[in-house]
């Protein structure tokens, strides 16, 4: 597994593609016992309690607003500290355009991925899924890029596939791509039981915020709330990693960090 990048590197676009290349960071798996891999679990039980009002979560969406926010180091490590729990849990990497779950969790992608059982109507469900080190840990990698990933996670055979998805596991994660940069995450909501927004420190501005939250209000997404990732904090007897997680539930942007 890839626990650490090692360099910061960058696409034309002029984004990184470290978590593309090498995977991002699971701290939960490398330091259970670490600060960090703790804050992960409190982002764990408050979702858990968010489930309690909103009833049983099955599918849970992940996403930003923008870009490089972290999500999916986000999404991997609660992935992993549901599995460490004792749940049956699967990770779909659905970010068609920038996926990172093959290199994360060193699986191949192009072989056996979402994009081939979503364009071929043979493939089976097991043909698709992938075993991880972990126990209790699966993973759907993307698969090749498409041309048309926002309609392939729009139709009826991902529909399907999320209601068998949610028939074989306790919990089903999908990693998607941010709110405001295609239009993917928000095809996949309404399949959903649950959305959580990871906000950035010192990053995602509260224009960007404010425009997310528009699209989940006019879709009337199940919102769970957001994770804030302040990746450049640095606090004391964090093995240096400077993550800080929190959760929060609503739509309580007003007193996010802008810019």
Known sequence: MSFFNKRTKT?????????????????????PKSPVAEQFRTVRTNIDFAAVAKGEIKTLLISSALPSEGKSTITSNLAVVYAQQGKKVLLVDADLRRPTAAATFDL??????LTNYLGDNQKDIVDVIQHTAMENLDIITSGPIPPNPAE????GRMTDLVTKLKAAYDLVIFDVPPFLMVTDAQVLMAKMDGVAIVVSGGKTNKGALKRTNEILQIAEAPLLGFIYNDKNRKKKGNSGYGYGYGYGYGYGYGDTKSN
Do not use: P
């Open 108 to 113: 191949k992608r192009n072989s056996a991925g």
């Open 152 to 155: 392939l996670l729009g139709s």
């Open 11 to 31: 696409g034309k676009d002029g984004l990184s593609v470290d978590t593309m290349t090498n995977g991002a960071r699971l701290i939960a798996a490398a330091e």
